[in-house]
């Protein structure tokens, strides 16, 4: 089974400090997505960054940056400069390839969260 | 602005009651997609829909059904089959396929 793991329930950074979020996959794919999500209070879901398996460069969104190591199938999340708004629950996600009724499509497979609690 | 609108909020359900959620998108998007969000818990998939006419059960279909007659709307139904159906529902939608997801703000259903 392909499956995303987050060994952090909860994380907690002071304001303007930077925070790393974990979070190990397992698949048997080459080529692959990575995601991670963000989920505020108001419980919308809001992409955060997306990374490539088969590109090598880590992905960069203005305070977010990941690290992401292919052959350890590791992803983890950067918030560098972490402000009050931050605050959320993050979710890394994968979308890998499935089979249904013969018909191959890209299933989005969720961790179980990090609760990312910011002091100010 | 283009975006996926769910209705309603919140819904409350009576005991062997058949309710319709509703989700529509204007990002001419292929693909849609329904999850359901269980407290302090990740995301399940119920069903998929990658074009119109069709559909596809996910991980937790059992209790659920969905039509997709127009590319815009993915209504999910939520039978009386569905024995514990409190939970968030979610739905998403993509270009196609294995790209990013796009979500709406989601609707809390109840049980009276």
Known sequence: AQTVTQSQPEMSVQEAETVTLSCTYDTSESDYYLFWYKQPPSRQMILVIRQEAY?????????FSVNFQKAAKSFSLKISDSQLGDAAMYFCASIFEANAGGTSYGKLT???GTILTVHP | DGGITQSPKYLFRKEGQNVTLSCEQNL????????????GQGLRL???SQIVNDFQKGDIAE????????KESFPLTVTSAQKNPTAFYLCASSI???QPQHFGDGTRLSIL
């Open chain 1, 110 to 112: 969720f961790g179980q």
């Open chain 2, 28 to 39: 001419n998007h292929d693909a849609m997609y329904w999850y359901r969000q269980d407290p």
């Open chain 1, 55 to 63: 590109k090598q460069q880590n992905a960069t969104e203005n305070r």
């Open chain 2, 96 to 98: 196609f396929l294995n």
């Open chain 2, 46 to 48: 119920i069903y998929y």
């Open chain 2, 63 to 70: 209790g659920y059904s969905v039509s997709r007659e127009k």
